[in-house]
């Protein structure tokens, strides 16, 4: 580039720090990269989802449809609350030493079950079940403003400004069915039959100003997508006990899709001395095509003397889908450059492993400890824009469950945290063909999450 004309000299750079600014602006997190977030049932959460072999009340709709076909209550409603306290950072992003942090708060009810007592079904057991697989929701907006001579690349330029605005939205919930039966003595056989409804927002996008002796340039960045999916899923378990030992085994089957669809827009605004561009992209209704994977769980309780212990291992399969299928598109500022607006999600298989420690201090009071994994299937040079949260979690918790009169109320505390200092390699941005490795060289990312488990288990079953 010919320096002897300073507005196209300040137009390269300005664009070449704009290009800049708008990729630190893409790691940030949209935190569903994870299988094992959230727990269901007052036991379970205290037990950190540990129960595939051992459970036994209605939360077993979930974790193994076997177990239900031993529940001894014939009707109840199981539910209760989290409460959740959570923190996600970034460090360097934007400029050196400058942080991004996003605190929320919020009230997740986790299941809401009961069993539908029907006579000819006999030994058979039937029940329903709504959830909250999914439910987030973060937000970072930050801007500065920096002398131009601290950037040497951008001579004669005054001033830097940047602006960033990240919002992600996550919500997705399952509603279904679980029918339940005994096929041998201390044998049970389940099938739960889901429908899933997911949401999923993300919007992130930059603004830039540098000014100059002789220029001024101002650049809009902009990537958004926003997508609705329906669809159907089955979990299968197996169930048993013997001595000491129950025992259980699950598999859970990729999605169907039922309907769905999304939108998604692209902009890229360039207002320079000698140049005005625009690049715009806006597509209606694309048919959305989100479908999760295959997962085989495996777990089991030692009932010992007064205490009892639980292990849990969880294997999901590696996911490769489109989600939102978009129509690429050329791009006005570079002839030779063609826009995939793709919406996609790539995910490695993992193995979360979980263990539990109930201790019954008397007829009325049980104590918990529970410690388990919640590993990512971020992976690195992936073109995953939907799974921005490159680093393994681990929980850590205890409670108490007690009786009043015939029903059961919890009480725990859980710790979930993680984070990662070297975030090079991740590619987040499926469209884009620049080397993205000063992207995260600097970065640093952490996340934790204090829980406030808050459950009952209300019986209202005559006696016999």
């Known amino acids: 580039m010919r320096q ?27 935190q569903d990269s994870q299988w094992w977030t959230n727990q269901y049932g007052n036991r379970a959460r205290l037990l950190g989802g540990a129960v595939i072999g051992s459970a ?96 040497p690349e951008l001579e004669g330029v005054e001033s830097v400004s940047a602006a960033l605005n990240y919002e992600t939205r996550l919500r997705e919930t399952w509603g279904g069915l679980t029918w339940a039966t005994p096929i041998q003595d201390r044998l049970g ?17 930059t603004d830039f100003t540098s000014v100059g002796d002789n220029s001024v340039a101002a650049l809009l960045n902009e990537r958004s997508y926003d997508y609705y999916n329906w669809r159907l899923l089955w979990k299968v378990g197996l169930a048993t006990s013997f001595d000491r030992w129950n025992v259980g085994l699950t598999v859970t089957t990729p999605s169907l899709r039922l309907f769905g669809n999304g939108d998604v827009t ?108 919640d590993f990512t299937g971020s992976t690195r040079d992936d073109e995953a824009v939907t799974t921005t949260t490159p680093w393994d979690l681990w929980t850590v918790g205890a409670g108490a469950s007690f009786f009043i009169g015939r029903s059961n109320f919890t009480l725990g505390l859980t710790y979930k945290f993680g984070g990662r200092d070297d975030l090079r390699g991740y590619d987040l941005i499926p469209d884009d063909d620049r080397d993205d490795q000063i992207l995260t060289e600097n970065t640093r990312g952490s996340f934790w999450r204090l829980g406030l488990v808050l459950g009952f288990n209300l019986v209202f079953a005559n006696d016999d």
């Open 266 to 373: 692209y902009q890229d605004v360039a207002v320079l001395p000698d140049l005005e561009s625009a690049t715009t992209d806006y597509q209606r209704d694309i048919p959305s095509r989100y479908t999760s994977s295959w997962a085989i769980g495996a777990g089991g309780e030692y009932v010992g003397d007064g205490w009892n212990a639980h292990v849990a291992i969880e294997w999901f399969d590696r996911m490769d889908i489109t989600i939102l299928d978009g129509q690429p598109f050329p791009s006005r500022t570079d002839s030779t450059r063609v826009i995939d607006p793709d919406v996609t999600n790539l995910m490695r298989s993992l193995v979360n492993v979980g263990l539990g420690l109930e201790r019954k201090f008397s007829d009325t009071y049980t104590g918990y400890l529970t410690a388990f994994t």
């Open 56 to 151: 036994r009340d209605l939360s077993a709709v979930y974790y193994n449809p076997g177990g239900l076909a031993v529940v001894d209550q014939p009707d109840a409603l199981l539910t209760g609350f989290v409460f959740e306290l959570d923190n996600i950072k970034y460090s360097d992003v934007l400029f050196e030493d400058t942080e991004l942090s996003s605190t929320r708060f919020d009230a997740v009810a986790g299941l809401i079950a009961g069993q539908i007592p029907l006579s000819f079904l006999g030994e058979s057991k039937l029940a329903y079940s709504y959830l909250t697989r999914h439910n987030l929701e973060y937000r970072f907006n930050r801007g500065g403003t920096i002398p131009g001579d601290s950037i």
């Open 189 to 205: 056989l389940g099938v739960s039959t889901f429908v899933a409804i997911r949401s999923q927002r993300l919007r992130y996008g």
């Open 4 to 30: 002897d004309r300073p507005g196209r000299y300040h137009v390269g750079r300005a664009a070449l720090w704009a290009s800049l600014i708008f990729l630190l602006a893409s790691p940030l997190p949209a």
